[in-house]
């Protein structure tokens, strides 16, 4: 059950039908749009930068395989359930423990009981930067409305004991990560903080940036994303080329036709908006700059778009931004079958890249002030379905920057098990198959980031709407609103 403020929540419903309709109609590419927020109440302010960069995996991310549980009795556990690394020909899942070897975590305050964990033996560079203390592990994240155990789960009184919607489903955890809400969604919570940093920007538009395409994550009340591609700005072809249809003179026609005054109030209007896009267009291709050198970042996916946030975070003088969130992502994470085959391509393209971008913040001397953290749909399964994992629940990610508290790994190991115990009197913290039950809310991960970012303590309620129902001890867990992975 969800709790609305109506008074916020008509005033909500109101911006998003303002917004939808400066779009109603029209024909021009959604770029457009983005530019109709004004910059009236933007304004300078302090000379300091501060980014956060979230990095979604599409799919829904095999917990298991990703931070992988190595102490003797956990990883034979594992081993056991997932099928054996030795019986990867067989259908098994599991990876073999000397694999591990290199990429064991090693915290600086050692887990209870003796746990270990190690990431996926292609993740050596994200392991590096946790041995450098530039990286930390948040185990077990997902979305929960309060906390649970699995009999409260289980439980019939669903106002009692509220869950997320649509659990295990795709779009609607993608969502629900992203907005707190299922599939539909107009806002998101990394839109919510860039609504409050609006004024920190001498150009409002470029506070919230994707280079993924459309994600609610970025949508505010106010703030709407700006997204660009790996290349640069997204340009409207009649303005931007050289000519059309051949003609310079067809083009320089169709530039004044888009942008001029109209008598008409919603002719003028959009082609304010118009006029607005092509100058954020300008400013974008002046800021982003000449490339970075040749294997400065990896030729992936995730690469190029990281890359195009780091020449976009170079160019902030020229944007005038000071406060900003990013938006990238992979895709390829829903591995039903062919784990342990693909799993692997993408955890290294995924630990490479994160690298990258890190080395290149502390080149620009900005290790400090850009924070980058993954999130996905869901974890997986433990329990392996013949030849991968199936839908999940929570799942374990990664902090990566300078101002993280890292070479520390953050929240409760779980036992490793598809029956029904735990340790921890009346949690069994899985759901079935050892789809994990959370012990860490999406609230709670975002709370901790939007409070490094300089969002007030009073305002975080209203962005993360669940974060009101944790703070204490509940079964034997805590659930603090602030986990404690930045400095």
């Not at 530019?35 to 933007?42: K, P, R, T, V």
């Not at 259908?91 to 996926?120: C, M, S």
């Not at 109030?265 to 082609?271: F, Q, R, T």
């Amino acid at each position: 059950m969800y709790l609305i403020n109506p008074a916020a929540h008509t005033r909500r419903a109101f911006l998003r039908r303002s917004g939808q309709l400066a779009v109603a109609g029209t024909a021009l590419p959604f770029a457009l749009n983005l530019a109709a927020m004004g910059e009236a109440a933007a304004q300078a302010a302090g000379d300091d930068y501060k980014a956060l960069v979230c990095v979604f995996l599409f799919g829904g991310n095999d917990y298991a395989n990703t931070v992988v549980t190595y102490d003797d009795p956990s990883y034979n556990a594992y081993s056991t359930i997932r099928g054996g690394a030795a019986g990867q020909a067989a259908g098994g899942v599991a990876i073999g423990k000397a694999e591990l070897t290199p990429t064991l975590l090693v915290p600086t305050t050692a887990l209870p009981d003796g746990r270990q964990y190690a990431l996926h033996p292609a993740m050596t560079e994200l392991a590096t930067l946790f041995t450098d203390a530039k990286m930390a592990v948040q185990l077990n994240v997902g979305p929960l409305v309060v906390p649970l155990t699995r009999a409260q789960y289980n439980n019939s009184n669903k106002k009692l004991y509220p869950q997320p919607p649509k659990l295990f489903s795709h779009n609607d955890q993608q969502s629900t990560w992203q907005s707190s809400s299922p599939e539909g969604s107009t806002v998101g919570w990394g839109g919510n903080i860039g609504d409050l940093m609006l004024t920190q920007n001498t150009n409002s538009l470029f506070t919230c940036m994707s280079v993924a395409g459309n994600a609610v994550f970025l949508s505010g009340d106010t703030a709407l994303q700006y997204q660009v591609s790996t290349g640069g700005a997204v340009g409207i072809n009649s303005v931007k080329n050289a000519n059309v249809y051949g003609s310079s003179s067809v083009k320089a026609a169709m530039a004044q036709l888009v942008q001029q005054a109209r008598g008409h109030v919603l002719e003028n209007e959009y082609n304010k908006v118009t006029k607005r896009a092509v100058e954020a267009e300008g400013s974008v291709t002046s800021a982003i700059g000449t490339d970075f050198a040749a294997g400065t970042f990896p030729a992936t996916g995730l690469g190029n778009q990281l890359k195009m946030v780091a020449r976009l975070i170079r160019g902030r003088s020229t944007l005038g931004t000071k406060r900003q969130v990013f938006f990238v992502s992979m895709g390829g994470f829903d591995l039903h079958d062919n784990l342990i085959a693909n799993q692997p391509g993408l955890m290294k393209q995924l630990s490479d890249a994160m690298a990258a971008f890190h080395r290149q913040m502390v080149a620009q001397g900005l290790a400090d002030k850009v924070t980058a953290f993954t999130a996905s749909d869901f974890g997986r399964t433990l329990a392996s379905n013949g030849d991968g994992s199936d839908h999940g629940w929570g799942g374990h990610h990664f902090i990566v920057g300078g101002a993280v508290k890292g070479k520390q790994i953050y929240g409760t190991p779980q036992v490793v098990s598809i029956n029904n115990d735990s340790k921890l009197a009346g949690y069994e913290g899985h759901v079935g198959q050892g789809r994990l039950i959370p012990t860490t809310s999406v609230d709670q991960y975002g709370a901790t980031l939007a409070s490094w970012f300089g969002v007030p303590a009073g305002n975080l309620e209203s962005i993360l709407p669940n974060l009101k129902n944790f703070g204490g001890n509940v079964n034997g867990i805590d659930y603090p609103k602030n986990v404690g992975f930045m400095a």
